[in-house]
Nanobody, 115 residues
Framework: QVQLVESGGGLVQAGGSLRLSCAASGSIFGINVMGWYRQAPGKKRELVAAIGSSGSTNYADSVKGRFTISRDNAMNMVALQMNSLKPEDTAVYYC?????????WGQGTQVTVSS
């Protein structure tokens, strides 16, 4: 079992920044990809950014150039730096970890961007 705990969400004005963090604990040996997903009201959950154990990254087109994902394997943490936030970034953001093909999820943290 893997437990993921997110922190860092909140309310910010358009153009502002937020940093999300996710701490992994439990049976974490062998976690491959870690990432962030988001789900806005009435919409499907979508990938925001992901990072492999070697540091390779993948971003949704909508956040490229604004968001940066990073990972600290020693601390078992993944972070998402979000800059130039837009109202359409408003959503619940979920941390995700892939362990041997099984997905684990955090409880989610709300990000609200006001115009």
């Amino acid at each position: 079992q893997v437990q993921l705990v997110e922190s860092g969400g909140g309310l910010v004005q358009a153009g502002g920044s937020l940093r999300l963090s996710c701490a992994a604990s439990g049976s974490i040996f062998g976690i491959n990809v870690m990432g962030w997903y988001r789900q806005a009201p009435g919409k499907k959950r979508e990938l925001v950014a992901a990072i492999g154990s070697s540091g390779s990254t993948n971003y949704a087109d909508s956040v490229k150039g604004r968001f940066t994902i990073s990972r600290d394997n020693a601390m078992n943490m993944v972070a998402l730096q979000m800059n130039s936030l837009k109202p359409e970034d408003t959503a619940v953001y979920y941390c995700n970890a892939d362990l041997h093909g099984f997905d684990y999820w955090g409880q989610g943290t709300q990000v609200t961007v006001s115009s």
